[in-house]
């Protein structure tokens, strides 16, 4: 049995040893490490899947971590799950206990360094296969609409923004005045639905993206688990890490994926994005929307 018992600790051993580890093994641990809920419901066999080895190699993995077992490895995890805080306050109790024993440069660089490795995660095959079936169904769509609430909102706001600059048809369902899901009235088969959704999930952008689907829209789903309830009625998805020692979840691998869509879709879209980005650029230039050259600060004594 191992004597690690709560989260923090397993993940202190994991990196502790990361860089020793055999390129399989240390596939499964960055998978472990990057997908918490999924290793406290998925089976063994399915992590081993998604997680790009054979299921051997996850039992491997457990057992070099001092477990009997991925079974426990596993309670491990969804012990963690059931005990887990639901609000923000509950995760600031651990946020606070944290920066309290590391200091301020403590807390700064396990959070910077998390997100390093979350976003250099992304870039793993299977990630990227996602990302390019995702520009693929985005080229190939009559009109976008974009939706995220709450702290999702910014990252719907950011895809969309790229994409009407590069003369995409793209929507976003920004809720002001209640009227955000009005722009689903004329909806046809052949558009296609982006809605962002992280733990804790907001009910109305599920809710939404049920409407759309039965409406005959694909859903394009940004979220944080192969299990999250977006990901079921998806036609694709991306799968974002949002773990942090902070009491807020992180949102930028979810703000770098609406980056990279907007960019592989530019790319789709070749001289007729490039043609769109100039009408901007002469647009933004007409309405001087951009400082052309740096204010001179005013001396003092310097008349009007």
């Not at 051993?13 to 860089?19: A, N, Q, R, T």
């Not at 369902?173 to 982006?194: R, S, T, Y």
């Not at 299990?227 to 998806?234: D, E, F, G, N, Q």
Request: hydrophobic fraction near 50%.
């Amino acid at each position: 049995m191992s004597g690690l018992v709560d989260l923090d600790g397993l993940a202190s051993e994991i990196v502790k040893g990361f860089d020793a580890m055999p390129a399989q093994i240390k596939a499964a641990a960055r998978y472990v490490l990057e997908n918490p809920r999924d290793v406290a419901l998925l089976s063994m066999r399915e992590q081993a899947r998604r997680a790009g080895v054979q299921p051997a190699t996850m039992m491997r993995l457990a057992r070099q971590l001092g477990f009997d077992g991925y079974e426990a490895l596993r309670e491990l995890h969804a012990d963690t799950l059931r005990e887990a805080p639901t609000g923000f306050a509950g995760k600031a109790g651990d946020h606070l206990i944290r920066q309290g024993r590391v200091g301020d440069e403590g807390l700064a660089a396990a959070m910077l360094g998390m997100l390093g490795t979350q976003l250099d995660g992304l870039s793993a095959a299977r990630p990227l296969a996602a990302f390019a079936a995702a520009a693929q169904m985005l080229a190939s769509a009559r009109r976008i609409h974009c939706l995220g609430l709450r702290a999702s909102h910014p990252v719907a706001w950011h895809l969309h923004y790229g994409l009407t600059l590069i003369g995409r048809p793209s929507i976003l369902l920004d809720g002001i005045a209640a009227i955000g899901a009005d722009a689903l009235i004329d909806v046809v088969p052949g558009e296609v639905m982006v809605a962002v959704s992280l733990q804790p999930y907001t009910r109305l952008t599920l809710e939404l993206a049920e409407h759309a689907a039965s409406r005959g829209l694909s859903i394009l789903a940004i979220t944080d688990s192969e299990v999250a309830p977006l990901a079921r009625i998806s036609r694709h998805h991306l799968v974002v890490p949002t773990a942090s020692p902070s009491f807020l979840h992180a949102v930028t691998p979810a703000f770098a994926a609406a980056e990279v869509l907007a960019a592989l879709v530019a790319g789709h879209d070749g001289e007729a994005a490039l043609a769109a980005l100039r009408r901007t650029d002469a647009h933004l230039a007409a309405l001087g929307t951009h400082l052309t050259r740096r204010p001179q600060p005013k001396l003092p004594g310097t008349p009007p």
